[in-house]
């Protein structure tokens, strides 16, 4: 009898003294152990005796379960993370890990369903859960303005989900961009008409009339238009619509590492450029822009003869 | 030949040669290659007027004959093409080219052979040494006696005067014009010299502006001339080839022929009307033996079409960086002109040293400047001038069919521009520029909302400007799971444009002739006021009696004759303007189409 009293005890005993050694290699090896090294550790210890240590230790939270490829691994959990989760179950758990994955862009709810298999009403019940404790928040997205992503309380949201420097609550602001334009083309005219003034040599000019990204970067900060901080990347996207409404041209330039402006060893220079032709001759006539044009023939309702566009055109 | 081609050709052949030509001129149009019989059948117009009108049609080259299909036995057949039609649009551009180049004596000449077609060098020498002696006699000599460069001649004709004047001849002077009135008998002496006229067209016949008519092939000589030549065997028993060759493939093309035509432009004289006719029946009579027989000279539309292609290239040049380059390209263009073919992709390099050596004298710039502009112009994005190599200070060549291209691309964005707004000629670049997009990003890219975007892009959707791509995912082309990319065709667009400018011009001209119909009234009545007022000035009337003819026409009327007259003149502009957007169009359409 006395045997099996022993037995018992030490088998409490061991149970501590496993933990703790789990624990302790857990801290050894931060990157997880693997049933493995906890064999290594102690051989006498039976699978089964493991099992209930290991089980244990993950329903108290102290024990993470990650599984590699070449089997399960167990890892030390933050007790932080431990203490904020008190009081929550499971699956709280499980739903608060999903989106603390997701990091700075967020995660759909249908998302986390997929994630977590759980049922769409206990997910739902969790993230307002989550939301009433402080711990997650929604943030609209500005792609599709129904979606709404959850990201973590603290965190900063990323600039594809709000659109960054040109949304402001969602918004597009336009009339912003149509300033930034105007003014970024301001600077590159008056700049190409100085060098045009200087009447030097015309390699010299038309080097004298390039404005490097940085350079129009500070002269939009220095105006002061702007209530947002607007990166050169920012500014590179106004000045590529400039270029696509063909009023300035752009030129990649290697440059030194280090200089201002320079990125990976490139700069971009842009000056600004007049049209290549006068609008053409089909445009200064009615029928160019009629917006009947496709429906009119002789003796037609709409014709030449009684077009009314004509009309006013030659009586212009 | 599409049908706004057609619509606009039988309008044109309408003004220029009349109805019954442009009946059978849309037929042959419309019916490709027919011969008299099917013509006369189809049309029920009777036959010496089909003659009639075929007859024109090939003195104009606008109609092309050969023998049958079935082989030597069947009847001609004959056939139009629209481009040689459409080229009468372009003829007031070809007149003022000429008179820019040439002077009042070359316009005259190109005038001429556009209105005749083809014409020998001795008649065409004549007539337009006698328009020009009428146009120089008369009523007023514009002489501006107190501009500098004439002072000698103002001088001269003091002198001149001074001494008439002794002599107590009326002269009279015109404060308003600064004109001289002098009676017609003076000007004896100021007559148009043949020389002078037949100098003006070797000089168009050196620069290839004018053209020997190839020689007509005739089918019976051609039988004759087979068995003479050693043909192989399996040669057709017709050897006039399916297409007209063309007239360059003579060695005698430019080559002026020896001409004896001595004398000066006759005066026409309404006291003399008897002596005209004599002179006419003794003109007929007169075998006109000036040694061009047989050598008939149409004017060269492809020379004229290279020299305004080389103008546009010019004036982009100037728009786009400045003077000083384009006239660097417009030497370039000028010392290739003769050693570069029509189709040519880009002109034949031409090294730093040449170009520096032909440059204009009035341009004294140092040769490292040269150099530098020439370095500029390559590096523009634009690629009008590329680098050949590194010889003779370096080898330059322009590129003409690129030019072409960003000329034409130009135009595209202009219409889009002026038609739907800057915004969507915004997203029409960006789609020129980076090919294929889907809608997310060309909302991000322009920077224009999203839903403003998506408007946009579906109105130059609906209006065929811009295309959908589409990429499946799923072998089904399920919509959720395709890929929808926007993409600009250029050349498909140009060609779209190209017809939307035909049918415009079309439009322009059924307006004016719409206008013209409906004032005819008042038109008549102004035309038989002016008769009446020119005899009555002719015969010395009364002023009194001249006031009372011209209150004839009521102030209204006037009015109303005067809008007319604007509204005439602001379509036939208008004209002009679009057939130079229709010149651009072309010139890019038959560029690529001869690269590919």
Same mark, same amino acid.
């Given at each position: 009898?006395?045997?099996?009293?022993?037995?018992?005890e030490t088998?409490v005993?061991d149970?501590?003294?496993?933990?703790?050694?789990?624990k302790?290699l857990?801290q050894?090896l931060?990157h997880g152990i693997?049933?493995?090294?906890?064999q290594?550790?102690?051989?006498h210890?039976?699978?089964?005796?493991?099992?209930?240590?290991?089980n244990?230790?993950?329903?108290l939270?102290?024990l993470?379960?990650?599984?590699?490829s070449s089997?399960?691994?167990y890892r030390?959990?933050?007790?932080?993370g431990?203490?904020?989760?008190k009081?929550?179950?499971?699956q709280e758990?499980l739903v608060y890990q999903v989106?603390?994955?997701?990091?700075?862009?967020?995660?759909w709810?249908?998302?986390?369903r997929f994630?977590?298999?759980?049922?769409?009403?206990e997910v739902?019940?969790?993230l307002?859960?989550?939301e009433?404790k402080?711990l997650i928040k929604?943030?609209k997205?500005?792609?599709a303005?129904?979606?709404?992503v959850?990201?973590?309380?603290n965190?900063?949201?990323d600039r594809s989900?709000t659109g960054?420097?040109?949304?402001?609550?969602?918004?597009?602001?336009?009339?912003?961009?149509?300033?930034?334009n105007q003014q970024?083309?301001k600077?590159?005219?008056?700049?190409?008409?100085?060098?045009?003034?200087s009447?030097?040599?015309?390699m010299?000019?038309?080097n004298s009339?390039f404005?490097?990204?940085?350079e129009v970067?500070?002269?939009i900060c220095?105006l002061g238009?702007?209530?947002?901080d607007?990166?050169?990347?920012?500014?590179?996207?106004i000045?590529n619509?400039?270029?696509?409404?063909?009023k300035?041209?752009m030129?990649v330039?290697?440059?030194?590492?280090?200089?201002a402006?320079?990125?990976?060893?490139?700069?971009?220079l842009?000056r600004?450029v007049?049209?290549?032709?006068?609008?053409?001759?089909?445009v200064r006539t009615?029928?160019?822009?009629?917006p009947v044009?496709?429906d009119?023939?002789d003796?037609?309702?709409?014709?030449?003869?009684?077009?009314?566009?004509m009309?006013?055109w030659?009586?212009? | 030949?599409?049908?706004?081609?057609?619509?606009l050709c039988?309008l044109?052949l309408?003004?220029?040669?009349?109805?019954?030509?442009?009946?059978?001129?849309t037929h042959?149009?419309?019916g490709?290659a027919?011969?008299l019989?099917?013509i006369i059948h189809?049309?029920g117009?009777?036959?010496?007027?089909?003659?009639k009108?075929?007859?024109?049609?090939v003195?104009h080259g606008a109609?092309?004959?050969?023998?049958g299909?079935?082989?030597?036995g069947s009847?001609?057949?004959y056939?139009?093409?629209?481009?040689?039609?459409l080229r009468?649009?372009?003829?007031?551009?070809y007149i003022?080219t000429?008179?820019t180049?040439?002077?009042?004596?070359g316009e005259?000449?190109?005038?001429?052979?556009?209105?005749?077609?083809?014409?020998?060098m001795s008649?065409?020498v004549?007539?337009?040494?006698?328009?020009?002696?009428?146009n120089?006699?008369?009523q007023?000599?514009?002489?501006c006696?107190?501009?500098?460069?004439?002072k000698?001649f103002?001088?001269?004709l003091?002198?001149?005067?001074?001494?008439?004047f002794l002599?107590?001849?009326?002269?009279e002077?015109?404060?308003?014009t600064a004109?001289?009135l002098?009676?017609?008998?003076?000007?004896e002496g100021l007559?148009?010299?043949?020389g002078?006229?037949?100098n003006a067209f070797?000089k168009?016949v050196?620069t290839?502006?004018?053209q020997?008519?190839?020689?007509m092939v005739?089918a019976?000589a051609?039988a004759?001339?087979a068995p003479?030549t050693?043909?192989?065997?399996?040669t057709?028993?017709?050897?006039?080839s399916t297409a007209?060759?063309?007239p360059?493939?003579?060695?005698?093309?430019y080559?002026?022929?020896?001409?004896?035509?001595?004398?000066?432009g006759k005066?026409?004289?309404?006291?003399?009307?008897?002596e005209d006719?004599?002179?006419?029946?003794?003109?007929?009579?007169?075998?006109?033996?000036?040694g061009?027989e047989g050598?008939c000279?149409?004017?060269?539309?492809?020379?004229f079409?290279?020299?305004?292609?080389?103008?546009a290239?010019?004036?982009?040049?100037?728009?786009?960086?400045?003077q000083?380059?384009?006239?660097?390209?417009r030497t370039?263009l000028r010392?290739?002109e003769v050693?570069?073919?029509?189709?040519a992709?880009?002109?034949k390099p031409?090294?730093?040293?040449e170009i520096?050596?032909?440059?204009?004298?009035?341009?004294?710039i140092?040769r490292?400047i040269?150099d530098q502009y020439?370095t500029?112009l390559?590096?523009?994005?634009?690629?009008?001038?590329?680098?050949?190599?590194?010889?003779?200070?370096?080898?330059?060549?322009v590129n003409?069919?690129?030019a072409?291209?960003?000329?034409?691309r130009a135009?595209?964005?202009?219409?889009v521009?002026?038609r739907?707004?800057?915004?969507?000629a915004?997203i029409?670049r960006?789609?020129l520029?980076?090919r294929?997009?889907?809608?997310k990003q060309?909302?991000?890219?322009?920077m224009?909302p999203?839903?403003?975007?998506?408007?946009?892009?579906y109105?130059l959707?609906a209006?065929n400007l811009?295309q959908?791509?589409e990429i499946?995912?799923?072998p089904?082309?399920?919509?959720?799971r395709?890929?929808?990319?926007?993409?600009?065709?250029?050349?498909?667009?140009a060609?779209?444009?190209?017809?939307n400018?035909?049918k415009?011009?079309?439009n322009?001209?059924?307006?004016?002739?719409?206008?013209?119909?409906?004032?005819?009234?008042l038109l008549e009545?102004?035309q038989r006021i002016e008769?009446i007022?020119? %005899?009555?000035q002719?015969?010395?009337? +009364?002023?009194e009696q *001249?006031? =009372?003819?011209?209150?004839?026409i009521? /102030?209204?009327?006037?009015?109303?004759l005067e809008?007319?007259?604007?509204?005439i003149?602001?379509l036939? %502009?208008?004209?002009?303007q679009?057939d +130079?957007s229709i010149? *651009?169009l =072309?010139?890019?359409i038959n560029s690529t /189409?001869?690269t590919?």
């Amino acid at each position: 009898m006395s045997e099996v009293k022993l037995k018992r005890e030490t088998n409490v005993l061991d149970v501590v003294e496993v933990e703790n050694r789990i624990k302790e290699l857990c801290q050894q090896l931060p990157h997880g152990i693997t049933d493995q090294v906890i064999q290594n550790d102690m051989p006498h210890l039976e699978p089964q005796q493991r099992a209930m240590v290991i089980n244990k230790l993950l329903s108290l939270g102290q024990l993470d379960l990650l599984r590699n490829s070449s089997g399960l691994l167990y890892r030390m959990k933050d007790t932080q993370g431990a203490g904020k989760m008190k009081g929550s179950d499971n699956q709280e758990k499980l739903v608060y890990q999903v989106i603390e994955d997701a990091g700075n862009k967020g995660i759909w709810s249908r998302d986390i369903r997929f994630k977590s298999n759980l049922p769409l009403t206990e997910v739902n019940k969790i993230l307002k859960n989550l939301e009433s404790k402080k711990l997650i928040k929604a943030v609209k997205s500005v792609a599709a303005s129904k979606k709404k992503v959850y990201m973590l309380y603290n965190l900063q949201p990323d600039r594809s989900v709000t659109g960054g420097a040109w949304y402001s609550d969602q918004d597009f602001e336009s009339e912003f961009v149509e300033v930034l334009n105007q003014q970024c083309f301001k600077f590159l005219q008056s700049k190409a008409e100085a060098a045009i003034d200087s009447k030097q040599s015309p390699m010299v000019q038309r080097n004298s009339s390039f404005a490097t990204s940085h350079e129009v970067w500070k002269y939009i900060c220095e105006l002061g238009i702007s209530k947002v901080d607007l990166s050169m990347d920012d500014i590179e996207t106004i000045l590529n619509t400039l270029i696509y409404d063909g009023k300035v041209e752009m030129s990649v330039i290697a440059a030194k590492e280090g200089t201002a402006g320079s990125v990976d060893g490139q700069m971009k220079l842009y000056r600004g450029v007049n049209a290549v032709i006068q609008p053409t001759g089909l445009v200064r006539t009615p029928c160019g822009l009629c917006p009947v044009f496709e429906d009119c023939h002789d003796g037609g309702e709409i014709s030449p003869s009684h077009c009314v566009y004509m009309a006013e055109w030659l009586d212009f | 030949m599409t049908a706004q081609e057609v619509r606009l050709c039988g309008l044109l052949l309408r003004e220029h040669f009349g109805e019954v030509v442009e009946k059978v001129g849309t037929h042959l149009l419309r019916g490709g290659a027919q011969n008299l019989r099917i013509i006369i059948h189809e049309t029920g117009v009777p036959l010496d007027l089909v003659k009639k009108s075929l007859c024109v049609l090939v003195q104009h080259g606008a109609c092309v004959f050969s023998s049958g299909r079935k082989g030597a036995g069947s009847p001609t057949e004959y056939r139009t093409s629209c481009d040689r039609i459409l080229r009468i649009l372009r003829y007031p551009r070809y007149i003022y080219t000429t008179k820019t180049l040439y002077g009042d004596t070359g316009e005259l000449i190109i005038e001429e052979l556009l209105q005749r077609g083809h014409m020998t060098m001795s008649s065409t020498v004549k007539t337009v040494a006698d328009r020009l002696t009428q146009n120089m006699e008369g009523q007023y000599l514009s002489v501006c006696i107190n501009q500098g460069l004439s002072k000698l001649f103002s001088l001269f004709l003091k002198v001149f005067l001074v001494l008439r004047f002794l002599f107590f001849v009326e002269i009279e002077y015109d404060k308003e014009t600064a004109a001289v009135l002098i009676p017609p008998f003076l000007l004896e002496g100021l007559c148009m010299d043949y020389g002078e006229v037949s100098n003006a067209f070797s000089k168009l016949v050196e620069t290839h502006f004018l053209q020997r008519c190839p020689p007509m092939v005739a089918a019976g000589a051609a039988a004759s001339a087979a068995p003479a030549t050693p043909a192989t065997p399996g040669t057709p028993a017709a050897p006039v080839s399916t297409a007209p060759p063309s007239p360059e493939s003579f060695p005698d093309c430019y080559k002026v022929p020896h001409m004896t035509l001595v004398g000066r432009g006759k005066r026409q004289l309404c006291s003399e009307d008897g002596e005209d006719q004599r002179n006419a029946k003794r003109a007929k009579m007169d075998s006109q033996a000036h040694g061009d027989e047989g050598i008939c000279w149409q004017v060269n539309f492809e020379r004229f079409h290279l020299h305004f292609r080389d103008q546009a290239i010019i004036s982009a040049v100037a728009n786009k960086l400045d003077q000083t380059s384009s006239e660097i390209v417009r030497t370039m263009l000028r010392m290739s002109e003769v050693t570069t073919s029509p189709t040519a992709t880009c002109t034949k390099p031409l090294s730093a040293n040449e170009i520096f050596r032909s440059l204009p004298p009035s341009y004294n710039i140092a040769r490292p400047i040269v150099d530098q502009y020439l370095t500029l112009l390559v590096d523009d994005p634009m690629e009008f001038v590329g680098k050949a190599g590194e010889s003779g200070g370096g080898m330059y060549v322009v590129n003409l069919h690129r030019a072409l291209a960003n000329l034409a691309r130009a135009t595209l964005e202009s219409v889009v521009q002026e038609r739907f707004g800057s915004r969507s000629a915004r997203i029409f670049r960006l789609l020129l520029r980076k090919r294929h997009l889907e809608q997310k990003q060309v909302e991000d890219f322009a920077m224009i909302p999203a839903k403003e975007a998506k408007d946009m892009l579906y109105t130059l959707l609906a209006q065929n400007l811009v295309q959908l791509q589409e990429i499946p995912k799923t072998p089904d082309f399920a919509p959720s799971r395709t890929f929808y990319l926007y993409t600009v065709n250029q050349l498909p667009t140009a060609r779209m444009l190209l017809q939307n400018c035909y049918k415009t011009v079309a439009n322009l001209i059924e307006r004016r002739l719409f206008e013209s119909r409906e004032n005819k009234r008042l038109l008549e009545k102004s035309q038989r006021i002016e008769a009446i007022l020119a %005899s009555l000035q002719a015969s010395g009337a +009364e002023p009194e009696q *001249l006031t =009372e003819v011209e209150e004839m026409i009521t /102030a209204t009327e006037k009015q109303q004759l005067e809008a007319l007259r604007l509204h005439i003149n602001k379509l036939d %502009s208008a004209e002009n303007q679009v057939d +130079e957007s229709i010149f *651009l169009l =072309e010139s890019y359409i038959n560029s690529t /189409a001869s690269t590919s």
